[in-house]
């Protein structure tokens, strides 16, 4: 064998080798940005539920604010835990507050949650964020339904 096939089989060889890795590098960026986006936007559907779920629970028992955190964050209404209850929620995080009636029979509840922490993986962009506040709101006509 000449020197010089040896020497171009040498150069295609390292060239299978440069292309190889960057395809997988992009390819395991593409799949880590999946994933971790995937991972937030399912939180954030989470909350989103958690916060629905609330609200509708404080219209239906007519609970106070205290009682509205306590169970979006520990699961009960009349809970004596502190910290961190369901997926790191706080009750500091949570604030319930109820809309006025303009006259024509509107009145409304609504649930907000706000200071979620989030961490990214994501090259480029990977630290800590803080998700955008998640509100429910429910009609209070059927308050009191469960007394």
Known sequence: MSMKAEKGRHARKGAAMLETALVLIAVLGVIVFVMDMGRMLL???????RARAGVRAAVVNAWDSTAVANYMCYGVPDSTQTGAGFLGLTPSQVAYNQLADSGANDARAQVTISGIQM?????????????????????????????
């Open 43 to 49: 939180l954030e559907q989470f909350f989103a539920e």
């Open 119 to 147: 961490f990214a993986w994501i090259p480029g962009m990977s630290g800590k964020y803080k998700a955008a506040p998640v509100v429910a709101t429910q009609p209070e006509q059927s308050q009191g339904a469960t007394h």
